[in-house]
């Protein structure tokens, strides 16, 4: 527990290094920008929306799973089982993938993610919303920039030639 006097406790800074070593060397799709400033604005809007120190952390581990090689062991062995519960419930592929792996097809995985939301708990569905949101965000700017930066989502819409612009 954070004392009164203190904004965030060590926990939160281990999980912010640890984060970040994870996802060192990886950028944003498309982009130049270090892969650890979103988990960082996933972070802050969890907090912003009230979440607790713990939610705070599951969002700055919320990929560890999904694009860094990690597992709800290893992630509950440094955080506890309810970070690593949230980290889990935030994953949309069947289990830890090496970074670089080809992961399952997109629409199996957004289709089979968003069938098991109505039974996530609170604090999942907090982290999920940071990330979409941001994920939103970080998409409507990137429009702004340059229109054909939808071009990096390679799955498209279904009746459509691959390659079509379409969420990712």
Known sequence: MTPPDLAHSQRYIDA???SAELHRGQRRKGKAVPYISHLIAVSALVWEDGGSETQAIAALLHDAIEDAGQSHGSIAARFGEEVAGIVVDCTDTQGPTEPGVEKEPWLL???????SLEHK????LLVTAADKAHN???LVLDARRDPHRWERFTEGKPGLTHGTPGPQ
Do not use: F
Not at 121 to 124: D, F, L, M, V
């Open 109 to 115: 995985r957004k289709t089979r993610y968003l069938a």
């Open 16 to 18: 912010l290094g640890w």
């Open 136 to 138: 939103a965000r970080d």
């Open 121 to 124: 708990a609170e604090g999942s």
